[in-house]
């Protein structure tokens, strides 16, 4: 027995670590996968102290509660003042205890901050010195700025602090819901077919020598069962070799992924990137029983009898039925796009997201079921219309076995539906945010919204900055509700209008314009409404105005919001183009090392041919075509599916569908170039496997 | 007869062990030679230096007044693909082309239309006794069968030489005779030369005359059997 | 036949006594038919009468009367043909080509040589044999046919003793 496992050593050897790859890069991503919800859950978590109000329960004396979500530069600064009304007051995590009145405790990176700052534009908004540190226990993300400002109760309650008696302790909830973890279980699956259909691929490495093996194997009396034994315990020593490689660089990526990856901007504790022990035991026990799975249906295709691998006679041709389900998806994008989902209830976005996303998983599984039947017919096109040997062989090549040929490419061409699906529905989503939003707040302007504070000291203030130009003050009988008085002239140097008023009712309307549905003269006997900064455009001028303004005063920029929809959307794109890109690698590492398999399979008739008198050239053209032409033929089809998805979704939200750009068409065609380059770097194998001197006529 | 291919002083090595150690060997237009000796003594290694698939060590390889063995890679490939036809033992036909499309294969490699080409194929398959079987896969034909189509693609571009190599040794006597039978006639009836290898009297008794591979050296049979035979006969 | 030239080797070795020729003949040929005295005295007699062999002494001893046998020009020159001349192709010609074999070792005349030549002839014999089947019909060709394997089992045979004469050269001399 041991001469018979050693005669295949070196092939046993190549799919052992192709195996071992596969095996390592899925249990890797997986586990990375399952890290996004508890990191999520920790983010919420720690976070959850930053919802107190005077409904939080109670848990300790009482205390004053004034919280801000203030800005600087686009980030989120949490500010909360506070004053201990007892001996006992709740407490923050990660504080030892509530600042006194002229005590500061801030988080690191606040900290870092102040030090680089202008004090005027940051520090003002701290009264006091900075005494203590905020631990990472009360921070949602390492480099979030929170500070707590501890100032005399009077001064608190003043200014309209709240008084509570115990912290927020549950989580609000935001960033885990049911959605993001159907969209994560769709991510971690779309990672993990390709890498399935790559183990596969692996498996399927020298199987004819392997099954000339096992034939010799039951030729000397094991049964059936025994090979199928001897395969599994093969393939699981490698799927085992692979867990524990991938487990390490799962453990080795947790770091890297805490440091780099970002979400709304910030990055994770890297102690909540951490999947959960259940999971990873799911996982380390599941991956290897897939690998088995995957590889024994991948040998079931060819018995192995004691006479050796059954004669290969013709495959069934794959039958009109496999088209049902890209039919099904096909008219549900019919109906989605008929349907109003800007203008629906509640259920009724339940329902149509239930609608999208089972039109969704039609699409991507009518793709998988569908591609063999498109390779079938291509083949039929192609060997009507070809001209030349290469042609004709590649033609029938794929007809003899289209499941094999697409199996081969079907990687590439979820990757391609998917891609498009986001990217198409991504392109929309910044079309309307680039739609120009004429009544907006100016980049170089600043609304100021006093509120009930004096607005006479401020308006002082704000005109003694040297980075200001001009206000505007923009006053409001409260008797005359959607009307302001205020020269529109004047206005339109802050705020993005038309002369003559009212403002257009669509787009960004500042908060102080919001409901205004009419300009009166001005009159100065009004109280202020809103003061409209026209500064320098300097970012730490909008910033030093934000730090005159005392609690409960807004002060908000223009760019505070579309700043962060922004943000969000080039995460959303980064993230799906790293997956997309490590989904383009596995599925082209897949294909590679399918064309490698099919080569050496059919190495004889090749290489008498050559013999004979085939260039090698042909061979090669051979090869390349009947790889090529099946994996544009289903990834243009994966990209029209896709753009449709795309349209059906923008146009059931009500937005205006433009499509991906030219650089995303760019993009997909460079891919399936890189992947047609990266398999054909067996291209040269080509010439040493089929190299006809090496013809042994036994 | 003119010579066409020649060998002469053919010297082979492959790693430690010399194939071939000066063999000399001629072939003349429309003959048909058979090639025998023991396992290992060189004959597959000789035609595949005749044939321009191997690129010998020293000694020339004269094709129609050329020198085979000073062509370039492609420029053999061309010479394999127009002048010589080859059968091999088995499994050289492609397994995804149907019966008749593997005849085909040298004429569309040519350059020939397919339809000229699957036409002018499917007239060898009534030939040599294959009616009927132009839309079978090879795994869906006998041995004899496999072999006689392997027949009718190495011979349907109307080749000079047609080399064999053990082309019955997968096949049981009856069959083997009657691929031999084809083989010769067809090749007889159009002028090809044949070589063919083999270790079996019975295939090499089909060849006009038979030379003896030992030891990377060849004996031309025909030359004992009328000098010293004949001459031993006279003599009693 | 046979027996004549074998007894012809032995004589060309050493001048024999008829009991000596036999035993030496018994222990070089063992396992193929046994020489009786009275085959091998009809033979030495017919060589004698042939002028291959002669009688060189008689001496007397116990019983009758022992005659001493050489070896003459004429007996060798008829041997070196005999060993050199392929037989024709024919049914159970085994016994001769071995004995040729065998005889060639034992003088250290070139039985390779021989070996080739029978080869030459035999599948000139097969090639005429093919030829003639071909256009025959198929009664004759069976019968062409049983002619053929057994020419083709000989022509094995030639192949396989040329392959294993250095062992057996080695073990004869």
Redesign the interface.
Known sequence: MPSVWMGARFTTLARFALTAAGVAVGVTLVLLTLTAVPALQGRDHRAAWHATTAASPATADRALWLASDDHFLGRDLFLVRVAALGPRPPVPPGLERLPAPGEVAVSPALRDLLATTPPEALAARLPGTVTAGIGAAGLAYPEELVAVVGLPPDQLRAAGAAEISGLATTAPGLLVNDALRVILTIGAVGLLTPVVIFIAASARVAAARREQRFAALRLVGATRGQVAAMAATETSLAAFAGVALGWVGYLLARPVVAARVTFDGAHFMAADVRAPAAHQLVVLLGVPLLTVAATVVALRRAQVTPLGVRQRVRTRAPGLWRLTPVALGVAGLATIASTDLANSSTSGIATAQLLIGGTFGSLLLGLVLAGPLLCSLLARLLSRLSRSMPELMAARRIAADPYTTFRAISGVAIAALVTTMFAGTAAGVEANLDRPAPDALRADAVEVLPGTRPAAPLLTAIRADPGVRGTVVARRDPAKPGAIAVPCRDLAAAVNLTCPAPPAPNGLVPRGLEGITRLDPPDERLPVHAIYVVTDGAPLTGERIRSLAPPGVRVSTGRDIVELDHRQLTELEAGLRLAMVFVLLVATASLTVGVAAGLVERRRPFTLLRATGLQLGELRRTILLETALPLVATAVCGIALGLAASAAVASSTGRHWTGPGPAFFLTAVAGLIVTLAVSSTTLPLVKTVTEPTSVRFE | MTTILAGNGLRKRFGLTEALRGADMSVRAGEVVAVMG?SGSGK?TLL?CL?G??RPDAGEVVFDGRRVDRLSD?RR??????S???V??F????????AV?NVA??L??A?Q??RAAIGAASVWFDRLGLAGLQER?P??LSGGQAQRVAVAR?LVGRPRVLFA??PTGALDTAAGDDVM?LLVASAREQDTATVVVTHE??V?????R?V?VHDGLV?D??D??KS??DG??A?? | MTVSYALLTLLEENERHGYDLKRAYDQRFDGTRELTFGALYRALSQLVKGGQATVVAIEPGAGPERKRYAITEAGVTDLQRWLAEPEDPQPHLQTVLFMKVMLALMSGRPAKAYLRAQRAHHMSRMRDLTTRRRGADAAAALRLDYELFHVEADLRWIDHAESRLTDVAAEVR
């Open positions: 023991p597959s595949h044939a698939i191997l492609r490939t061309q010479l394999r693909r127009g010589f036809g080859f091999f033992q499994g050289q036909l492609i397994p995804e082309l149907t499309e294969t040298p569309l490699l350059g239309r397919r896969l795994g869906e190495a190599d053990e039978d009297p019975r090499a008794a089909f060849a006009d038979t003896l004996d049979e025909s004992v059997d010293d035979v031993g006969v003599a009693r």
